[in-house]
């Protein structure tokens, strides 16, 4: 699966979880917040994709995935930042 089709699930994975996407400059690779009544992913849109795909893996090893249908290649991504 490409880089950019990952970025995509790992997005549809927020939105399932609840979570609102922004991409914004900065010195950051990404992280999660609630602001107000609404939970927000920030991500540095100056990042590679592939660069991005490791900060959504980082930030998604810190939720319960466990009742949450996840694709194959996501969930060992996930898992896989965990064992570094």
């Given at each position: 699966?490409?880089s950019?089709?990952?970025?995509?699930?790992?997005?549809?994975?927020?939105?399932?979880?609840?979570?609102?996407?922004?991409?914004?400059?900065?010195?950051?690779?990404?992280?999660?917040?609630?602001?107000?009544?609404?939970?927000?992913i920030?991500?540095?849109?100056?990042?590679?994709?592939?660069q991005?795909n490791?900060?959504f893996?980082?930030?998604?090893?810190?939720f319960?995935?466990?009742?949450?249908?996840?694709?194959?290649?996501?969930?060992?991504?996930i898992e896989?930042?965990s064992?570094?």
């Amino acid at each position: 699966m490409k880089s950019d089709s990952i970025k995509t699930e790992f997005e549809n994975l927020a939105t399932r979880l609840g979570y609102t996407i922004r991409y914004e400059k900065g010195y950051f690779q990404g992280g999660y917040c609630r602001l107000k009544n609404e939970n927000i992913i920030i991500m540095n849109q100056h990042l590679e994709t592939k660069q991005q795909n490791i900060a959504f893996s980082r930030l998604f090893q810190e939720f319960d995935l466990s009742n949450i249908q996840v694709l194959p290649i996501l969930r060992f991504m996930i898992e896989d930042i965990s064992g570094e």
